[in-house]
């Protein structure tokens, strides 16, 4: 493809103190062999002088230097800004913790424009065990949680683009047309009330609603490091992650549908923490995934104290027609799915 006939893609990189990682990550994006896109390179208020110091290594990419960390939400929501703004046909979200194959870029718009798909994720591997995946996208289960397809399973060889409800933040793209039919009233892509964490999934609701249609593309791979900002099994993770499963359930479930959720997370818990851990520690206490009780007051206070907001953040999303009745087609209704995790986040 001729480069004046490559759409102009934005490829949005957010760093929070992670120079080596990122420098690694715009390292590799220098060897793509699709030329017709921009880097965008947020810093979300890093320390020791990263956003200069990786300005400096990369000139070609274009700044945009926060003052305080606005969170994977609202940092690449200011990415999206400078795209629309600047005129891209397509805005990808590239993790600083991943490295690009030099076909990747190439093969992930051509996925797209070959299936007339809105968006897309990438085949995501794991990093440094590059013949395990990741991700392939994500699903939606009945609790507002989301869950990685097909995560640590070996690559099968298909190079068949595959229909998902939701792809997977650290490395998906989206058309600018997508874009604007999903965003939020305030102009939000991401909800920043989710700060980190889960917002790809809260977005697989409002695609679903739009009928926007996506793809893994088995061919634009990406390999993921994960965990590198945040640390694995932190409380920041599972405070964010069990916050924004009960936001993705007030935001976009319908009424009818909410009452299950509850329900659903019960009787996974119990299977998970009372019929595993039985199974493997007879005669043992058994504890039930989540219970943490200083991680659910500290949700609670976060609900409570925001409760307007999320009220107003439904309203809208209401009157815009991003809550669709038909949010339990998108759902897996397998009570024995239990997601991993979110660890490809800021």
């Known amino acids: 493809m001729a480069l004046s006939e490559q759409p102009r893609i934005a490829v949005i990189v ?3 103190n992670g120079f080596d990682d990122t420098a690694a990550c715009l390292e590799s994006l220098r060897r793509l062999d699709y030329h017709n896109f921009k880097t965008v390179l947020v810093d979300n208020g890093s320390a020791n002088n990263e956003a200069a110091r990786l ?9 945009i230097a926060n003052t305080e960390n606005r969170g994977f939400a609202g940092g690449n929501n200011d990415g999206i800004g400078w795209a629309l703004a600047n005129g891209c046909d397509y805005i990808v979200n590239l993790n600083n913790d991943c490295l690009v194959e030099p076909d990747w870029l190439s093969n992930l718009i051509s996925g797209v424009l070959t299936t007339g798909a809105d968006f897309a994720s990438s085949r995501i591997m794991r990093y440094p065990q590059t013949d395990r995946i990741c991700s ?24 068949e683009p595959c229909r ?11 058309s600018a047309d997508c874009v604007r039919r999903v965003s939020l009233a305030c102009g939000q892509f991401f909800d920043e009330l989710y700060f980190a ?4 999934i809260d977005l697989g609701f409002r695609l679903h609603a739009k009928n926007c249609r996506g793809v893994c593309v088995p061919d634009a791979v990406v390999y993921h490091k994960g965990q590198q900002s945040t640390g694995e099994h932190s409380f920041f993770i599972r405070f964010h992650s069990e916050k924004n499963r009960r936001l993705n359930v007030r935001l976009n479930f319908p009424l009818w549908l909410q009452p299950i959720s509850p329900i659903y997370r019960i ?17 043992k206490k058994t504890t039930v995934p989540n219970s943490d009780p200083d991680l659910n007051k500290a949700v609670r206070d976060w609900m409570k ?3 307007a907001a999320i009220a107003c953040d439904r309203s809208l999303r209401k009157a815009a027609g991003l809550i669709s009745s038909r949010a339990y087609a998108a759902i897996t209704w397998n ?11 800021k």
């Open 14 to 16: 957010l760093n929070w």
């Open 136 to 159: 392939d996208g994500d699903g939606l289960l009945p609790d507002g949680a989301g869950f990685v397809l097909r995560e640590m399973q070996t690559w099968d060889g298909s190079r």
């Open 267 to 283: 009787a996974r818990n119990i299977y998970r923490g009372d019929i595993i851990n039985f199974e493997k520690h007879i005669g």
């Open 335 to 345: 009570p024995f799915k239990y997601p991993t995790p979110r660890a490809d986040r």
């Open 305 to 307: 104290n925001n409760a």
């Open 197 to 200: 964490y889960y917002e790809d």
């Open 55 to 63: 300005s400096g290594l990369f000139p070609e990419v274009y700044l």
């Open 164 to 174: 998902i409800i939701s792809a997977c933040g650290a490395a998906s793209l989206y």
